[in-house]
Every structure is written in C-alpha cells, then in structure tokens.
C-alpha cells in the first residue's frame, strides 16, 4: 500500500521575503550609525571639557599665585627688629624732620627746596634698588638670586623687547629661615622665629619655587637679613618639547622652575596713581591723591617722575592654548569652532585705543583650543598717605 505525506503547517518551512530583509538590515545600521555617533560625540564633548579643564585649572592657580605676591609686594615689618641698631624697622621709614623719609608716603615729584625726587618706597630703603613691583615689556636681565646673593644696591634692568611674552618681578618681606642673632633678640623679631629649625618647620620665608631664601651676603648696606623674597614670572620655551611655560625665579636659587604648560602670552599693564604735592612751609602734610591714571606699559612707568613707586594695581593678562605636539586637534571641531585665537595685544590707536586687539588667525596646523584670562590685582603695599 503507498503512503502519500503530506506536511502540516507546523512543518512547512518558513521565512521572510527580500524587501522585509533589507528594511530589517537598514533599521540595523540606523541604530547602529545612531549609536556610534551618539559615542563619538559622547567622547567629543568629554574632550572638550578636558580641554576646558586643561586650560581653567592651571591659569586659575598661577593668577591666585600673581594675585597673592603682587598683594604682598612692597610688604616690610614695621614692628620688626633692625639687626644693625636694634630699634624696630619703623626708625628707618619715617623720621618726623627728614621731608625726603615723609615724601615716601605722599610721592611728590619735588621737594619743598625744587628737589627733584625719583621715586622710592619704604621697602626700598631696606633693600636700596630693588622696587616691590617692577616689570619689563619683554625679558629682564640678571637673575633674582643675582640680586639678593650681591652686596651693593640692586640693579635692575630690562633685555629684549616683546609685545606679547612680558616680566614681572616682585619683592616683599617675609619670615627668615635663619636663627636671630642672640636667643635673647627672638621675642624682639616680629617674623622671626625662635631657631632655625623652627623657622623651616613653619615653612616660612620661601620663595615662588619653596626654596628658602638665601643668606645675606657680607658688605651689604644697609646690612640685611635673609628675609626678603624676589619672585620674578616670565614666559620661555621648554627646551625638550618646544612648549611654551610659564616659568618662576626666586630668590632662593639660581634655576627657574616652571609652572603652568602652554602659556602663550603673557602680557602686563601698570595703573599709577597721581603725584602728591609737598604743602607749604608750616602746613600739614596731606594724604596723596587718590586719583587713578590710565594702565600705562612698563616703559611708561619707568619713564615716569616717580618710575615704580607709584605702581597702585597690576593687570595681568595671560593667553595659553591645550598643549600638543603633534599639530592635531584638540578636540574635533575645534578649529572649525573657533577659527581665530584670541590675544593679549591691545590697540594703540584709534577710537578703540586700550581695547584688546581682534582675535589673530591661526598658525598653519595650529588645531589647539585658545582662551584668555585676565586679572587686576592692587598693590595694596602702595601707601598714600602721610603718617601724621
């Protein structure tokens, strides 16, 4: 007998047709081009917040590091110790008779005899030359620790010009890490403590670098302690990378050490305040004026009657870009984003004089995100006002 078989629907073989194939492959590659480019957008905006982060951080902590020692810049201890005649310091910046030591704190140009005066701060009569603030409009000459190391009175001067790569020098009292003279003269130190030890121990008396300051050096006059710090901030080419850093000389040693990567520009302008007048024979001595003059560059300052003693506030001005080497972006888009870098140069003329210039096109390969900070900080070391 034949049998004859004959399938169920169970069994017949079943499957889709070629148009439901390619709309499930094409719903395929759309999730798929979804999800790959929700990724790499991911990862584009997590590399542009590095980029922020890489920029933000470092300029954030070098302009509260400036903000700090142009604070502290002209700073002496009027209650602390000479080490020469025993008598606190405020002996040597103020003496009722003497009209010069009284025109340190109204800064007239000339005294009431038609004697012209250059200019000079109470901190200088400790440290003769040496100004609590001084700048360059490019490099500075000689070194920090060349200053506090020589015996004479300190000379400063400036090296080559440049627009965009500035120095700044400050100098202020600070705590020595040397012992006083005698165990009996420590209580009559204001800032000095009791030993030498305790002076590392408390961390005191350190320049930008956390190097202690150096020893005074022998044939000084005045005769000077260990105690004054000169931090000095300039921009210089890293050597082994070609990257350009921030760097800090101190006082305390002859290397500078850098500080912040990527530092592009570093540009700075001086507000001054206006000169005082000497009264007339018998009349009180006023307080200067608090008048504010316009932010003048370096060589303005230093030609100026009264040169940098009348420094009132320091605008800082830093432009840095994302460190790279290797001329590719920082993050994707970046340069399409921002396709002009910002700087730090102002116009000279014309109705914007003062303003910044117009953001700068970008070097040939140059895919780095830019970003300019700014920061006006008062010396508030910059006394106007007479001591009667």
């Not at 490099?139 to 700044?168: E, F, Q, R, V, W």
């Not at 260990?226 to 305390?252: P, Q």
């Not at 024979?281 to 200067?288: D, I, Q, T």
């Not at 506030?313 to 399409?336: F, K, L, R």
Request: proline share 6%.
């Amino acid at each position: 007998m034949k049998t004859t078989f004959r399938p169920t629907a169970s069994s017949i073989q079943s499957g889709v047709t070629l148009v439901e194939l390619l709309i499930s492959i094409t719903i395929g590659l759309v999730l798929l081009s979804a999800i790959g480019l929700a990724y790499v957008n991911s990862t584009n905006i997590t590399r542009q917040r590095e980029n922020q982060s890489e920029l933000n951080d470092p300029a954030s902590m070098v302009l509260s590091m400036l903000r700090r020692d142009i604070s502290a810049a002209g700073y002496v201890d009027i209650f602390d110790t000479d080490n020469s005649s025993n008598l606190p310091q405020a002996g040597t910046i103020f003496v009722p008779g003497s009209e010069q030591l009284r025109n340190l704190y109204v800064r007239a140009t000339t005294l009431s005899d038609g004697t012209a005066v250059t200019g000079s701060t109470p901190f200088t009569q400790f440290f003769p030359g040496l100004s609590p603030i001084f700048g360059c409009d490019g490099d500075m000459n000689g070194t920090p620790y060349d200053i506090s190391i020589t015996p004479g009175p300190a000379t400063l001067a400036c090296g080559t010009a440049s627009t965009t790569k500035h120095t700044l020098q400050i100098a202020y009292q600070a705590a020595s890490t040397a012992a006083p003279p005698t165990a009996t003269a420590a209580a009559q130190y204001s800032l000095l403590a009791a030993t030498a030890a305790a002076a590392v121990t408390a961390g005191e008396g350190r320049d930008c670098n956390q190097q202690s300051l150096t020893a005074a050096p022998a044939g000084a006059t005045p005769a000077r302690e260990a105690k004054f710090v000169i931090n000095r901030y300039f921009v210089a080419e890293n050597s082994s990378d070609h990257v350009n850093e921030l760097y800090c000389s101190g006082s305390g040693n002859s290397t500078a050490q850098p500080l912040v990567r990527g530092v592009e520009e570093f540009v700075l302008r001086y507000q001054t305040a206006a000169p005082g007048t000497v009264p007339a024979v018998g009349a009180p001595w006023l307080s200067a004026p608090n008048a504010q003059q316009q932010y003048a560059s370096a060589a303005t300052v230093a030609a100026s009657a009264l040169g940098w003693s009348n420094v009132t506030a320091v605008e800082v001005c830093i432009v840095s870009a994302t460190v790279d080497t290797g001329g590719a972006a920082a993050a994707t888009g970046t340069a399409v984003l921002q396709p002009k870098r910002p700087t730090c140069e102002r116009e000279t003329t014309g109705s914007n004089i003062g303003n910044f210039k117009a953001d700068v096109n970008r070097a040939t390969g140059d895919n780095r995100l830019w970003k300019r900070f700014t920061s006006v900080t008062t010396v508030r070391n910059a006394i106007f006002a007479s001591p009667l």
